[in-house]
């Protein structure tokens, strides 16, 4: 299966929102709300950020928030903040013989 | 709050078996809940490798499967990953997960293991 399709890179001043795309099939963002997204630091393991294309775990301040529409996923980031400055992936069920594809990542850039 | 912890050989010689550990506490390996590995190429993205549950039901990546297994030991609260015929492609930081509700919830801190001779 192929990698989800995300923008290479995105910046934005602070306090600023900035919202970037994860786009899929129909056989795998199209067919389930099962996007997830997850931040990772430089030499630190990935942390969820958003579950089933919308949800928040407990913890995950509301400045992330995720939405899906067809075959295309995308998280926004509110009030932009230094500690921001990361990299995103998405990532989506695929059914039964896919399971999980993950996006090819976002580096964002907190000017 | 669940914590694993990875290890195993950071060096493995092509053509090997490259066999990776994670250890488990706060939670129990048989609790209703998935475990997966994903693994992450120096530099590059995410790879999802495969998923067990404890009553043996595993997934894997399509791209893998001919040279996955995960496996179980449930008296050291603890799961196993196998990679056969290693090459340098399979470099790369491996991360052992436990799965939430079709995510990848928590994480390991990940272990870099290196293909080479």
């Known amino acids: 299966q192929s990698a989800l399709t995300q923008p290479a890179s995105v910046s934005g001043s602070p306090g600023q929102s900035i919202t970037f795309s994860c786009t899929g099939t129909?056989?795998?963002?199209?067919?389930?709300?099962?996007v997830s997204w997850y931040q990772q630091h430089p030499g630190k393991a990935p942390k969820l950020l958003i579950y089933?294309?919308?949800k928040r775990p407990s913890g995950v301040s509301s400045r992330f928030s995720g939405s899906k529409s067809g075959n295309a996923a995308s998280l926004t980031i509110s009030g932009l903040q230094a500690e921001d400055e990361a990299d995103y992936y998405c990532c989506s069920y695929g059914g039964s013989g896919t399971y999980y594809v993950f996006g090819t990542g976002t580096k964002v850039t907190v000017l | 709050q669940v914590q694993l912890q990875e290890s195993g050989p950071g060096l493995v010689e092509p053509s090997g078996t490259l066999s990776l550990t994670c250890a488990v506490s706060?939670?129990?390996?048989?609790?209703?809940?998935?475990w997966s590995w994903v693994r992450q190429p120096p530099g590059k993205g995410l790879e999802w490798i495969g998923e067990?549950?404890?009553?043996?039901?595993?997934n894997y990546n399509p791209s893998l499967q001919s040279r996955v297994t995960i496996s179980i030991d449930k008296s050291r609260n603890q799961f196993s990953l196998r990679l056969s015929s290693v090459t340098a492609a399979d470099t790369a930081v491996y991360y052992c997960?436990?799965?939430?509700?079709?995510?990848?919830?928590?994480w390991g801190q990940g272990t870099l293991v290196t293909v080479s001779s």
């Open positions: 706060g939670d129990s390996i048989s609790s209703d809940k998935w």
């Open positions: 067990f549950y404890h009553n043996g039901h595993t």
């Open positions: 089933e294309a919308t």
């Open positions: 129909s056989s795998d963002v199209g067919s389930y709300n099962l």
């Open positions: 997960v436990n799965n939430g509700y079709y995510c990848l919830e928590f």
